[in-house]
């Protein structure tokens, strides 16, 4: 099986363009393995659409399937251009995923595919829309929550799959993620379990974040994310309507007038192409 290695901000990504169905899950498993696979946060398909251009479907290191990945889409699209899967020339392309039909606006140098802005669509601040055991329609900000003995405080965003947001006063880098990122994952409080992001506000237009990836674990970068830490932090009043949010593998641009899409932008890049022996 031929396979393709690309990634957006260090959030990378096994890249395949099926020939047959296969079981998926099982795939994305040993693939993703950075010992005895090739190494990386999951494994996304392209796919033909009837009703985009495109269909991406994603799957997290442990086999799951997620509804959306914001750095995933981005790299998609190129890898989908490049094997000739959808026209190359044109200056937008749309994508059917578990979590709508995404819309990216493509920018090129010397005719290639570098980056993408991607309208991740409405963000929901309705806990039924992640979901999540919590009474009223929401918007759910500053929820108490104490995990391993530290006392958390999360908003909760949807962006097509779900997010728990901490804020922090110091440095996330300082903050625990390896031990209480599964265990807010895996919370009761969020059946479908959750994404887990602690963010620092810098200043109005720049903030800074980990993420703990459902599925996956600690990532580089996570696109997702970063547009639920946007939503989260404009309407708590934190940030204005364009953010740069800087993450362990660089920074992305997420923009929210505090209705309608969020946008993201952000690099696409492809680092190699191999032949996925199994056996």
């Known amino acids: 099986m031929r396979v393709t290695k690309m990634h957006g901000l260090g959030n990378d990504y096994v890249y395949v363009l099926p020939t047959e169905e296969r079981d998926w899950p099982e795939v994305a498993r040993r693939v993703s393995d950075r010992h005895f696979g090739v190494g990386s946060d999951g494994l996304i398909l392209a796919l033909p659409s009837k009703v985009a251009d495109m269909r991406m479907r994603m799957f997290n290191a442990d086999g799951s399937e997620a509804e959306m990945c914001g750095n995933g889409i981005r790299c998609v699209v190129k890898f989908a251009i490049e094997e000739g899967l959808i026209p190359a020339g044109g200056e937008t392309v749309t994508v059917e995923t578990l979590a709508g039909i995404k819309t990216l606006t493509l920018f090129r140098e010397g005719g290639v595919v570098t980056a993408a802005r991607v309208d991740m669509g409405p963000p929901s ?15 759910v900000v500053g929820l108490p929550l104490t995990v391993d003995g530290i ?17 922090v006063e110091h440095d996330p880098d300082e903050f625990p993620l390896e031990r209480i990122g599964p265990q807010v994952e895996n919370h009761p409080l969020f059946p ?14 720049h903030v800074k974040h980990r993420v703990w990836e459902r599925g996956s674990g600690i990532t580089l ?17 934190f940030t204005g309507d364009r953010i740069v949010d800087s993450l362990p593998g660089g920074d ?7 209705k309608g899409s969020v946008y993201m932008t952000g ?7 191999a032949e996925w022996i199994e056996g």
């Open 125 to 139: 601040f309705d806990p039924a829309s992640l979901p999540a055991n919590v009474e009223g329609p929401g918007p």
């Open 151 to 167: 006392e958390l405080r999360l908003t909760l965003v949807s962006v097509g799959n779900p997010h728990a947001i901490h804020y």
């Open 192 to 205: 479908r379990r959750t994404n887990f992001q602690v963010v620092q506000v810098l200043d109005r237009g």
């Open 221 to 237: 970068a996570s696109g997702t994310s970063a547009s639920a830490v946007c939503a989260a932090s404009r309407l708590r009043g």
């Open 252 to 258: 992305l641009v997420l923009e929210w007038d505090g």
């Open 267 to 273: 690099p696409a890049v492809r680092v190699f192409d």
